[in-house]
């Protein structure tokens, strides 16, 4: 039976970029996949290209590149990459430099674009989608129409599978779903189609591709398996061995870092899922209850029975708006009585806030080391704690009045209990909300080109 095997070379902007280069030096497989983007990442790009034609790719593509390029070309491994993020054009530019400065005429670099709405969002209003937000309800972009900063589309494996079949060496995609930069490359060796008889494989790519799309987090990073975890500074990033039937094997290389296990893939599989029965893609739709998992040992495990459904007939749309500024500062209290002074001081800005009266949108007050991460479900305990650190933020509509929680934080250094330390606060920075929707595949409208270099 017909196999491919492909690895997964990032997770993120700023990812480790060791593993992914002893995959494409040492791995045995035919693609390696490069996944940098998040959900805000695309309105951050959308701006830095607004104000520089040549930017708003991520960054990490020119040493991720000028360090596995080479290998994989030497090796026959197809890269593909969603750091064009909001211009892959520019970012294609730049593997081109990085081809030409390797000595690698002759590389084919695919472009994958149209995932950008921004200019279609008029004509959408105009034709009465409704763009619902699918976290609220709320209809209508009116209330954010003036605010709204970017608008992309995830778009499939369509576009990375036009150019796989354009003998492309490397693709660089605007954003794609995460796991399309795995799900092409399957359904190109294996010839698989958008029909119902290959419904429940394309459901078996999606989920491999969601398995190994965090990278280290499917090889124990991130897992209640750390305690066994083995040299997680040299982690194995995951490698995917599928089969024409749609069963997989995820594994690791030899002799790295980590481990794979029955758990680890669980975790992973269940890992931002909020239907586990409907995990919807923009190329399918898996079901992750109908998942087998077979632990071979040996860093492992088999993946099997996927079943799923047609690819939906909306495109999800995450549209990004300016939502005010945060402005933030934390000091720091330390034994005896940490607690007790981080709580006194908590008071003396609620009564200080009150006395200036400046209007805030939202405000959090946490005790780092107690409640920051847990909340009100965390337990406060009787104890003479080491240091406990108070953090202040607030959301306003308003830069200067954001400015108010720097400055009034500095001040319990000088107004608050003994024993305090307090840094330089953050400065304020401007908050992106998003807004994600549905919109008709008919208004994206996917568009590929590819340059060769000379």
Not at 76 to 90: D, E, F, Q, Y
Not at 265 to 279: A, F, S, V
Not at 286 to 302: E, H, I, K, P
Request: charged share 25%.
């Amino acid at each position: 039976m017909r196999r491919v095997n492909i690895g997964a070379g990032s997770a993120f902007w700023g990812d480790m970029l060791e593993p992914a280069v002893q995959l494409a030096e040492r791995a045995e497989i035919g693609y390696l996949g490069f996944d940098h983007l998040s959900e805000l990442t695309m309105a951050i790009l959308t701006r830095q290209r607004d104000r520089d034609p040549d930017k708003g790719f991520i960054p990490d593509i020119v040493p991720w590149m000028e360090a596995c390029l080479p290998p994989a070309r030497e090796r026959g491994i197809v890269l593909t990459s969603n750091a064009g993020g909001a211009n892959p054009r520019a970012a294609a530019r730049e593997v081109a430099k990085v081809a030409r400065a390797a000595g690698l005429g002759g590389t084919r670099i695919g472009i994958v674009e149209g995932d950008d709405l921004l200019p279609t969002l008029d004509r959408l209003r105009a034709d009465g989608v409704t763009l619902e937000n699918m976290d609220t309800g709320e209809e209508g972009l009116d209330r954010i129409a003036n605010r709204i900063v970017a608008a992309n589309a995830y778009l499939g494996a369509d576009g990375i599978i036009e150019q796989l079949q354009g003998d492309a060496d490397v693709i660089v995609t605007g954003r794609v779903s995460d796991n399309a930069l795995h799900v092409a490359p399957i359904m190109h060796e294996f010839g698989w189609s958008y029909d119902d008889e290959h419904v429940d494989r394309i459901a078996a790519a999606i989920t491999v591709g969601h398995l190994i799309e965090c990278t280290a987090c499917a090889t124990g990073g991130m897992s209640n398996m750390w305690r066994i975890s083995d040299r997680t500074w040299q982690v194995g990033f995951p490698i995917a061995e599928i089969a024409e039937d749609g069963t997989a094997t995820i594994t690791k290389l030899e002799g790295s870092g980590g481990i794979v296990n029955e758990w680890t893939i669980k975790e992973h599989l269940l890992y931002e899922i909020i239907d586990p029965n409907n995990y919807v893609m923009p190329d399918g739709v898996a079901d992750f209850t109908s998942v087998q998992l077979d632990d071979l040992g040996g860093d492992r495990v088999a993946v099997s029975d996927v079943r799923g459904a047609r690819r939906p007939d909306r495109a999800k749309v995450c549209i990004g708006y300016r939502d005010g500024y945060i402005g933030e500062g934390t000091i720091w209290y330390g034994w005896p009585d940490a607690l007790p002074k981080a709580q006194s001081a908590a008071r003396w800005i609620e009564r200080r806030f009150e006395e200036l009266g400046p209007r805030f949108e939202e405000t959090r007050i946490d005790f780092v080391g107690i409640n920051m991460m847990q909340g009100e479900t965390a337990p406060i305990r009787d104890i003479d704690h080491n240091e406990v650190g108070l953090r202040v933020s607030a959301r306003t509509v308003d830069r200067e009045v954001a400015e108010i929680v720097r400055k009034e934080v500095t001040h319990l250094w000088t107004l608050g209990a003994v024993g305090s330390a307090v840094g330089v606060p953050p400065r304020v920075r401007p908050v992106i909300a998003l807004w994600p929707t549905l919109v008709p595949w008919e208004y994206v409208d996917v568009r590929t080109d590819q340059v060769v270099v000379n």
